[in-house]
Structures are given as C-alpha cells and as structure tokens.
C-alpha cells in the first residue's frame, strides 16, 4: 500500500529554472492538492484538481503550473524558479474532496531550495 | 475569506503535563474542522475531525478537541503528553461553499509542540 508518493524528496535548484514535482497516489483518488508550506504561514494551496483533465487554481498559484493527464497523477512545475518559491510542497488528495467526510492524505513532501 | 489562526507558535511542555492548543477561524456558514499533526520528518497525518453531531470529537493517541460555534474556536487537547507528542500541530478549516463539492481547505500557521522526558 504505497498511498502518496512524492518525488524528488529533496531538490536544489537556480533561479530561472524550471522544476517538476511528481506527485503520485495508488488509491484512485479523485481529488488531489498541492500545498507549501512556509514558516509562519502554515500549508497554503497553490493548485488542486477534482479529476483527470480538471485543475483550478488555489490560495497562491503564481508562478506554478499543474496537469492531470492520468487519475494518479498530479505534477507542479515551477516554470521559472525564484527564491520566493523556495519551501516545503505537500501533494495530498482524497476521494470526493475536502467538503466531505473523507480523510485527506498527504504525501512525504519535497523540500525545495532555490538558489 | 476564511481564515484560521493558531494562537501558540510554540509551546514547551514536559511530560504528563495537560495540553490545549487554540483554533479560531473566521467563516460565518458551515464548517469541517481538521486537527493534523506532524512528527518530525514526516508528513501530515489527520489528528481528528468534525463534520456534524456531537461538538466533542475524539481523535487518535489521546487527542479530542471542541467544537465551540459561539467562539468559532476548535480546540485542541490532551489530559497529558509523552515525549513522543513533539510534533508541529496545524488546525484546518474547510467552508461548506453553498453546499458545492468543493471547499477550499485553510490551515493555521501550524504549533510546534516540544515535550520534554
């Protein structure tokens, strides 16, 4: 039972590149979410996606771009890396989304530096 | 907009000592309250939630928190913490948005709990 994965766990990059964060789950969940989470902010979403082929944007989305081609998977990219996008990004998800009794699940995280 | 705020950055504690944590959020409708905890190097697991019914809900490892309307608070708490209780603690609010499938999920600014043996 491998729930969410994440990779690569740790990354360090240089402003101006760009960055894909995988994200995967093995339970089939519809509903899936990217966060970062930053000192003194707590977990903020940046995107999250109700299905295969639906994103919307979350609480800060500047500067990311998701896609979901395939249920179990939901990657970020950071198309042009900054310093600001430096922190710690979760990917979670759930059956039928957050307004529900479901239990959302998180993912080991991806400690992100960019230089 | 919705917003929930965690009034503790950090709290010591030693151990068998009574804990509580404070959640208040701002939203005037429906809510889903979430209590998550994160042990050092790990990521976040669901503590306890409360969707509806009975305002004192009990969670894993000891947990429970209150549901207080009047107060907009949830509450954290526990009659007495172990050493393996040192974890960051982030309470979660999600507005039922008109009764639509989807609410967005707002957390607090997370507490760090540290107890010591």
């Known amino acids: 039972d491998a729930g969410i994965t994440q990779s690569p766990r740790y990354k360090i990059t240089e402003t101006g590149r760009q960055v894909t964060l995988m994200c995967h789950q093995t339970?089939?969940?519809?509903?899936m979410f990217w966060y970062r989470q930053d000192l003194g902010h707590g977990l903020r979403l940046i995107y999250y996606s109700a299905a295969a082929d639906i994103t919307d944007k979350g609480e800060v989305p500047d500067g990311y771009v998701v896609s979901r081609s395939k249920t179990e998977n939901f990657p970020l990219t950071l198309e042009s890396a900054t310093r600001s996008q430096t922190s710690v990004y979760f990917c979670?998800?759930?059956?039928?989304?957050?307004?529900?009794?479901?239990?959302?699940?998180f993912g080991p995280g991806t400690r992100l530096t960019v230089l | 907009a919705q917003s929930v705020s965690q009034h503790n950055h950090h709290v010591i504690l030693s151990e068998a000592a009574s804990l509580e944590l404070g959640c208040n959020y701002s939203y005037g409708g429906t809510v889903n309250l979430f209590w998550y905890v994160q042990y050092p190097g790990q990521h976040l697991q669901l503590l306890l939630k409360y969707f509806s019914g009975d305002p004192l809900v009990k969670g894993i490892k000891g947990f429970e928190a209150e549901f207080i309307k009047s107060k907009f608070s949830f509450n954290l708490r526990k009659p007495s913490v172990q050493w393996s209780d040192t974890a960051e603690y982030f309470c979660a609010v999600n507005a039922d948005a008109g009764g639509t499938s989807y609410g967005k999920l707002t957390f607090g600014q997370g507490t760090i709990l540290t107890v010591h043996p």
């Open positions: 339970w089939s969940h519809s509903y």
């Open positions: 979670a998800s759930n059956l039928h989304g957050p307004s529900s009794t479901d239990t959302q699940y």
